[in-house]
Nanobody
Framework: QVQLVESGGGLVQPGGSLRLSCAAS????????MSWHRQAPGKERELVAY????????NYADSVKGRFTISRDNAENTLYLQMDSLKPEDTAVYYC???????WGQGTQVTVSS
């Protein structure tokens, strides 16, 4: 069965960094484009970053462009999100998603606060 296990979240001060990981199993990871999404309290889930199956192309929401970097290791079936220069408005639960597979993991909480 499909599993997506996000980790790496936590509490960080504004301007700090975090690296999120998503361990994938139950499907051929290297065949799927992947994305990171986030959902803040009282808001809809939004797309943060996207990467093609081979990792050759990426795209970002305007709100995180230049601060976040999505990457993947197809040998390890793992997706990453490097988050730098974090802002309080980045506070949310972050989820990874395999494009085309209707499944969400439990997410990982990111809180940016002084």
């Amino acid at each position: 069965q499909v599993q997506l296990v996000e980790s790496g979240g936590g509490l960080v001060q504004p301007g700090g960094s975090l690296r999120l990981s998503c361990a994938a199993s139950g499907f051929t990871f290297s065949s799927y484009a992947m994305s990171w999404h986030r959902q803040a309290p009282g808001k809809e889930r939004e797309l943060v970053a996207y990467i093609t199956s081979a990792g050759g192309s990426t795209n970002y929401a305007d709100s995180v462009k230049g601060r976040f970097t999505i990457s993947r290791d197809n040998a390890e079936n793992t997706l990453y999100l490097q988050m730098d220069s974090l802002k309080p408005e980045d506070t949310a639960v972050y989820y990874c998603y395999a494009r085309g597979i209707p499944f969400w993991g439990q997410g990982t909480q990111v809180t940016v606060s002084s």
